[in-house]
């Protein structure tokens, strides 16, 4: 079945350095790929996605491409903030189920 | 202000004793659905409904019933609850999952059976 696997956390880094999370899946056919974040006490937000190969979303200084040939969506900025500290997943939908298939998290702190 | 909201946010409550968790969206979505997430598991589907009176289990349904008899609401019923549902309720919607994918989700509700 599908599925989506993320790196576990907690990811520790100081303010300004660079952010890595890797995030792989596992699908039948073309997934659409996402990256939704969640602050503390709230819902979860859509990040960013992307609906085909290749494409490369973005949104408030993130990245993610859409890597078919290593079937991976890895988060990525260039320099993290405090107020970016979140637990962020990645997460996939098939197009043919009414349903988005996430992974398990990945806690960010970032620190001063 | 476009928004899913669920009441309550904090429930203590006693195994057996029947509660209801509200979710309600101001945006006139069609899809509206039920997560609940554990550490560790990431989230999981309950139920989602794809219109009034058209609803459907998802990866983990039991001990959970839903009804949809307004577009705008989407009550989670837990018949009996049992310590297992202690956990972490989101509820989100959609204006078409089949389209974008892009659901719009509630604050939670963290709920402890004891």
Known sequence: ?112 | EAQVTQNPRYLITVTGKKLTVTCSQNMNHEYMSWYRQDPGLGLRQIYYSMNVEVTDKGDVPEGYKVSRKEKRNFPLILESPSPNQTSLYFCASSSDPRVSYEQYFGPGTRLTVT
């Open chain 1, 1 to 112: 079945g599908n599925s989506v696997t993320q790196m576990e956390g907690p990811v520790t880094l100081s303010e300004e350095a660079f952010l890595t999370i890797n995030c792989t899946y596992t699908a039948t056919g073309y997934p659409s790929l996402f990256w939704y974040v969640q602050y503390p006490g709230e819902g979860l937000q859509l990040l960013l996605k992307a609906t085909k190969a290749d494409d490369k979303g973005s949104n408030k200084g993130f990245e993610a491409t859409y890597r078919k040939e290593t079937t991976s969506f890895h988060l990525e900025k260039g320099s993290v903030q405090v107020s970016d500290s979140a637990v962020y997943f990645c997460a996939l939908s098939d197009g043919s189920t009414d349903k988005l298939i996430f992974g398990t998290g990945t806690r960010l702190q970032v620190f001063p």
